[in-house]
T-cell receptor, first 117, second 113 residues
Framework: GAVVSQHPSRVICKSGTSVKIECRSL??????MFWYRQFPKQSLMLMAT?????????EQGVEKDKFLINHASLTLSTLTVTSAHPEDSSFYIC?????????????FGPGTRLTVT | GENVEQHPSTLSVQEGDSAVIKCTYS??????FPWYKQELGKRPQLIID?????GEKKDQRIAVTLNKTAKHFSLHITETQPEDSAVYFC????????????FGKGTKLSVIP
């Protein structure tokens, strides 16, 4: 149980285009989902926290108009990178927390490798 | 906000030896401390976690200790095996009401056969 999927696993896009990444909780209801960005040989940096049905909360320094997050249902959150540039190339990972129960654990998706050319 | 420091950044051990990775955190209100193993290009995998009401937790060859007073926690891996080679991240969370994780910078562990 507690499986999180992400789609696509890899994407290459041209500079100036937009890319949408989906994060799904497959067997539980995720009241809260988190989006992270990880550059090569670096740690995971939290970009934003999204709660189902409400606006995402962005971390300092993350442009909310560039990284659009939608958490429209208890099993799906999407991250759209708008007007992507080469510096946005990174590994994007989502995680989800099971809203039922007292667990603090986050379940991570497999990540999406974004390359902007 | 929370700040998590992790060291060492790299660690090489002989197979069969023990490995210890240490983290310190800044926010005394943090109460959940997970450790993750990440292989190249893969998702982080939770290997063990501890809450602030517990001082030590063990799962086979892996153990975590927590010192709330000093605000540090450590990962101990005994009888290391080559498959333990990976990057390990510690994290801290305020838990209820927030659940956000703040990660350390990671430790690249190499187990030499």
């Amino acid at each position: 149980g507690a499986v999180v999927s992400q789609h696509p696993s890899r994407v290459i896009c041209k500079s100036g285009t937009s890319v949408k990444i989906e994060c799904r909780s497959l067997d539980f209801q995720a009241t809260t989902m988190f989006w992270y960005r990880q550059f090569p040989k670096q740690s995971l940096m939290l970009m934003a926290t999204s709660n189902e049905g409400s606006k995402a909360t962005y971390e300092q320094g993350v442009e909310k108009d560039k990284f659009l997050i939608n958490h429209a249902s208890l099993t799906l959150s999407t991250l759209t990178v708008t007007s992507a540039h080469p510096e946005d190339s990174s590994f994007y990972i989502c995680s989800a927390r099971d809203g039922v129960g007292l667990t603090y654990e986050q379940y991570f998706g497999p990540g999406t490798r974004l390359t902007v050319t | 906000g929370e700040n998590v420091e992790q060291h060492p950044s790299t660690l090489s051990v002989q197979e069969g030896d023990s490995a210890v990775i240490k983290c310190t955190y800044s926010d005394s209100a943090s109460n959940y401390f997970p450790w993750y193993k990440q292989e190249l290009g893969k998702r982080p995998q939770l290997i063990i976690d501890i809450r602030s009401n517990v001082g030590e937790k063990k799962d086979q060859r892996i153990a975590v200790t927590l010192n709330k007073t000093a605000k540090h926690f450590s990962l101990h891996i005994t009888e290391t095996q080559p498959e333990d080679s990976a990057v390990y991240f510690c994290a801290a969370s305020l838990g209820a009401g927030s659940y956000q994780l703040t990660f350390g910078k990671g430790t690249k562990l190499s187990v030499i056969p």
